[in-house]
C-alpha cells in the first residue's frame, strides 16, 4: 500500500518534470527565432568605406502638390543599377521620416531597378511592312532621345504598392517624385516603366497608371506635378 | 429544236438581268454605307461638331470589388464617388444639362475603365467629368491628362488622316479640357474652395473623346474645426453646384468661341 505522502511526491514531481520540460522547449523556440533573426541582419561581405556624394531628391509636398529640389550627402555604390535602387530608397525613406510631408509607411519600397539600352527594338525601316504594322504604336516609348539614352525599369515591392496612400494625388506625387529624382541624378535615363513583384500592374494603388512608360523629365517645373490656380 | 433555242436564250438573259440586279444593289449599298459619316477619333474638331452640346458624362469612380481609397472607418471611395455623382446630377439636371453616367450602383461586376471610355465616347458629350475621393490633402484636386494637344489635321485632307492610338484618344481634347479644368478652378476659388490643378496618368482620362477633367474631393480644412470629409453631404453639395456653374459659364464661353 502507497503511502499518501509518496503519492502526493509523485505528482509533485511530474508536474514538476512537465514544467520544466515546457519551459525548455519554450527557451528553445525563443533561441532559434532570436538566431535566425540575427542571421538575416549578419554581413557577409566586409564593409567597404565609400565618399559620400551630394545627390539631388525631388521631394513631394501634399499640402501643395509640388515637388521640391533638396540636396542630400549619401555613399552610393558604383554599380549604376545598385547606385539608382539606392537612391530611389533613400528617397522613399524619406517620406517616412517625422516631418514627412508626403506620408508614406517605412518598409522596403524598390526591390529592383533594371537599365536597358534604347532602343529596345531595332530600328524599323521607313514604309517597310514592319513600319506599316507598327503605326498603331505611335508613341516613342523604347526609341532614345539621345544617343545612350536609357529605359529605366523599377520594380516596386507589392507590400509598399498595396499599403501606399490611395489617391491620384497622392499616388501621382509619388511617381512624380521618383521620375524627378532619376532626372536630376542620371541624366542617361529618358523613360521609366513600373512592375510591381516581378509583374506588370495598372495602378500603384488604385489610381496612377503604372502599363504606360513615363518620360523622365524635371517635376520641379510642375510639368507634371499640380499647381495652384488655373491651368491657363 | 429552235424554239427551244430561244426558250434557253431567254432564261439564261433573264439570269444575268436578275445577276445584274443584284450585284448592282450590293455595290451600291457598300458605296451608300463608306459615304456615311464615320465616327473618328483623334480630331477634336471633327468630335465637336457632332458632340452633343447639352451632355454631361460622369464617371463615379471605382465599384464592386475595387472600393478604391479607406477614407476613415468604414467609408469607401466608391460609395463617397457615387454620392457626389448623385448630387451632382442633380445639380446638371438643374442647370439645364442631360447627364449619363456610367455607375448608377454599385455592380458586382463593374465596368473596366476601356468600358467606361467608350460609354463616354459613344455619347460623344460636351464635358466628360470623373470623380473621385480621397483623405489625403486637402481642397478640391482637379486634373486633366499628361498627353500632349495633338496637332490638328487638315479639314478634309484624306492623306492627313493618321489613326490615334487608344491611350491617346485624349490627345486631341487636351486643350479644352485645359480650358474646363481652368473654369472649373476659377469657380472653386469664388466659391471659396480650395483647389489645386495637375496633370496625373490616370484611367480612363487618356481614353476619352471629350473634354476630360477628374476631380478629386479631398477634406475640406476648416479653421478652428475639424477637417469636413469629402463623405459630408454639405461639402458634395457646394462642389455639385460649383462643377454646374462652372460647367454652364464654359458651355456659354465654349458657344462664343473664346474656349478652344
Redesign the interface.
Known sequence: MISRYHRILFWTLTGAILLMGFVLLHGCRQAREKLSRQRDLTPLAAPVAGASETVQLEVAN????SITLVDRELALPSEATARTRTLLARMIAEYSYKGSRHVLESGPAIDDVFLLDLPIRPAVEPGSAADSNS?????NSGQPQNEGGQLAVINLNGEFADHH??????E?LT?DSIVGTLYANFPRIEQVRFLVDGQPR??L?????LL?T?AVIDMTT??????????? | MGYCRIELLTSSSKRAVVLFAVTATVIAVALLGRAQPQPALGTASRASSTANRNLIVLDPA?GGA?A???LGGQVV?KDVTLAMAGQLRTALAAAGFSVVSTRDGDPTAPLTADQRAEIANRARPLACIVL?A?????GV????S?LRQADAGVEGDAESF??T?W??AQAGFVAQS??L??SL??AF?KAGLP?????????PL?NLTCPAV?I?V?PLLVAGADPMPASDPGYQQRVAATVAAALRVWQDQAAQGSAP
Open positions: 501634399d499640402a501643395d502638390g503605326a498603331q504604336d505611335s508613341s496612400p490611395s489617391g491620384i494625388e497622392a501621382t511617381i495598372e495602378t494603388n488604385g489610381h496612377a497608371d504606360r513615363y510642375n510639368k507634371s506635378a499640380p499647381r495652384e490656380g488655373p491651368s491657363q | 471605382h475595387d478604391g481609397a479607406s471611395e473621385h480621397s483623405g489625403a490633402g486637402s484636386h482637379l486634373y486633366t499628361t493618321t489613326a492610338p491611350d491617346e485645359l480650358s479644368a481652368s478652378s476659377a476659388s483647389a489645386l490643378s495637375g496633370h496625373a496618368a490616370l484611367r487618356d477628374a478629386e479631398a
